[in-house]
């Protein structure tokens, strides 16, 4: 009662602009949150120009966007971009889905029954603690430099956050659900395929989307120690030179291919469950 | 000659193991009977066991001892003969109305046509014709508990159990779906084993009331209902209806005194 006679003095009380704005969890107009979010990155450009044709930072520091965008376009061009990205591409996408295809079943099975989590529990447990990094010299080792032992670490850093993510998901199935598919004369197996498995739909797309992001942060570290080809190689090797633009251009890269795939995977999530709450 | 009871209850207990390994007893030597479409409302405090009864006979949990008897067979798993309505929304969200409603119909490999008219029938029973397309997210919580029943009902089991199933909706629409489940029950009368914590909706619906006592739940005592039916809201006026309310209310008071320690001793 008292609650909602002070949610009453907050809507009436006549408050400036940026008070209206910032209220939490309040939804704001699509104009607004559009005019904030291009001021915003207005700002960042400005600032870069600022910061490079005003001279204030040196260009091996901190080249301009012209000059970022040139070298962009004459890596475009020569085809370095290209085959660098494929590589990194090829690495990526192939250690993520084989840890995708590995790691969603294992999930399901250990967030459904308690034998199965009491079975691998003790192995994830302790592997997830182990950043992927440390066993890089030892994938290596076994494996040598080539694009195997990129996807082999791609495949250890995603394969076991996965497993957890996904257990998790398929444990949060409303047990009514469940309980209402045996009412309804379903069998034990059939509460699994009908039931337990399309409702975990939603969570594991989230899932795929939220490791892909995680494989993005093994890729680079798995070429910067050791690569020929691929985007962090192509970052590391243009620090050798100090070909600080060349960096710049790989960032950007980096950075425009992750927000492609979130985009995809979101877009993805609407159309093939159109159903989710979150489509 | 009394026709046998269709669903039978017999000295039933049901206890828990808690996680420190303690027995916790839930329900201790019920015994009830229930006749061939018969609606009967079952109320007392909260944790005395109501839903855990009702799990019972819908076979989701096994009786410690005692034995429950479907059309004199003792019922020993889940099946489609006992449908359930749950208070929480248990629709599937990936299916559609359509979907959800011939979901049991579907299990047991009915044919498609089949299928759909049996659908379509149920969705115009609880009133939802023209919504057959739409996802669970699209619908308001009365509309998601109109198909609950509907999906219930579209399996055409012996028993209907409900627990608590308009415990989460607002007081008109809650009584809405009182007037519906009645309606629907005069078009295709079923057994029905009605939970809830609402005294007002137990008399409405029931032909008779049971009150369980606190925890561990037995039968404290029914209250039988000799309103007529069809029955239409204006019976809630009625001075059966009164003096049969001020019955389960001091019981039911009574029985809830017993859980909760006396403000006084909280103070303590």
């Keep these: 009662m008292s609650l909602a006679r002070t949610g009453g003095a907050i809507a009436r009380r006549r408050r400036g602009p940026l008070s209206e704005v910032l209220?939490?969890?309040?939804?704001?107009?699509?104009?607004?949150?559009?005019?904030i979010l291009t001021t915003s990155a207005a700002a960042l450009i400005a600032a870069w120009c600022v910061l490079t044709y005003g001279r204030l930072v040196a260009p091996l520091?901190?080249?301009?966007?012209?000059?970022?965008?040139?070298?962009?376009?004459?890596?475009?061009?020569?085809?370095?971009?290209?085959?660098?990205?494929?590589?990194?591409?090829?690495?990526?996408?192939?250690?993520w889905a084989l840890a995708v295809l590995a790691g969603v079943p294992v999930g399901v099975l250990m967030g459904s029954f308690k034998a199965v989590e009491a079975l691998i529990e003790p192995v994830i447990d302790f592997v997830r603690y182990l950043p992927v990094s440390a066993l890089i010299p030892l994938l290596i080792l076994y494996i040598g430099i080539g694009p195997a032992e990129k996807i082999a670490v791609i495949f250890i850093g995603t394969f076991f956050q996965l497993v957890l993510l996904v257990a998790d998901v398929a444990a949060h199935v409303p047990h009514e659900q469940l309980d209402v598919a045996y009412t309804l004369?379903?069998?034990?197996?059939?509460?699994?395929?009908?039931?337990?498995?399309?409702?975990?739909?939603?969570?594991?797309?989230?899932?795929?989307?939220?490791?892909?992001?995680?494989?993005?942060?093994?890729?680079v570290v798995a070429e910067l120690v050791s690569a020929d080809r691929g985007l962090g190689f192509m970052i590391l090797d243009s620090m050798r030179g100090l070909f600080t633009d060349r960096i710049f251009v790989g960032l950007a890269v980096i950075g425009g291919l992750g927000l492609c795939f979130d985009l995809v995977f979101k877009w993805l999530h609407r159309v093939l469950l159109?159903?989710?709450?979150?489509? | 000659m009394i026709p046998p009871p269709k669903l039978r209850l017999l000295d039933v207990t049901v206890t828990f193991r808690a996680r420190h390994g303690a027995l916790v007893p839930a329900i201790d030597r019920l015994s009830l009977d229930v006749a061939d479409r018969e609606i009967v409302s079952i109320v007392g405090p909260s944790g005395c066991g109501k839903s855990t009864l009702l799990r019972l006979v819908a076979g989701l949990v096994r009786p410690s001892s005692g034995e429950i008897r479907l059309d004199g067979h003792v019922v020993a798993e889940p099946g489609a003969d006992r449908g359930m309505v749950f208070q929480s929304y248990t629709l599937f969200?990936?299916?559609t109305v359509q979907g959800n409603v011939e979901f049991g119909p579907r299990l047991r490999g009915m044919p498609d046509r089949h299928c759909r008219d049996v659908a379509s029938r149920f969705i115009e029973i609880v009133g939802l014709a023209g919504f057959e397309r739409a996802y669970p997210?699209?619908?308001?919580?009365?509309?998601?508990?109109?198909?609950?029943?509907?999906?219930?009902?579209?399996?055409?089991?012996?028993?209907?159990?409900?627990?608590?199933?308009?415990?989460?909706?607002?007081?008109?629409?809650?009584?809405?779906?009182?007037?519906?489940?009645?309606?629907?029950w005069e078009k295709t009368p079923k057994t029905i084993l009605f939970v809830t914590h609402d005294i007002d909706e137990a008399l409405f619906l029931g032909d008779r009331v049971y009150v369980m006592t606190a925890r561990p739940g037995r039968l404290r005592d029914e209250v039988v209902l000799a309103l007529p039916r069809p029955r239409t809201l204006e019976i809630e006026t009625s001075e059966a209806f009164l003096?049969?309310?001020?019955?389960?209310?001091?019981?039911?008071?009574?029985?809830?005194?017993r859980t909760t320690p006396e403000p006084s001793r909280l103070r303590a």
């Design chain 1, 274 to 279: 159109p159903w989710s709450p979150k489509a």
């Design chain 2, 93 to 95: 969200p990936w299916l």
């Design chain 1, 61 to 95: 520091f901190l080249p301009s966007p012209t000059a970022v965008l040139a070298t962009g376009v004459a890596m475009a061009q020569d085809g370095t971009l290209l085959q660098n990205a494929q590589a990194s591409l090829l690495v990526i996408v192939t250690g």
């Design chain 1, 185 to 219: 004369g379903a069998s034990r197996s059939q509460v699994i395929r009908r039931v337990l498995l399309p409702a975990t739909l939603p969570g594991v797309m989230d899932t795929l989307r939220i490791t892909m992001g995680w494989a993005w942060t093994y890729l």
């Design chain 2, 137 to 184: 997210k699209e619908l308001s919580g009365g509309m998601m508990q109109r198909v609950a029943i509907a999906r219930a009902l579209a399996n055409d089991p012996e028993v209907l159990l409900m627990d608590e199933p308009f415990g989460a909706l607002d007081a008109q629409t809650r009584v809405f779906m009182q007037e519906l489940l009645l309606d629907i």
């Design chain 1, 23 to 35: 209220r939490p969890q309040e939804a704001i107009p699509r104009r607004t949150y559009l005019r």
């Design chain 2, 243 to 257: 003096a049969a309310k001020r019955r389960v209310l001091a019981m039911v008071r009574e029985e809830a005194q």
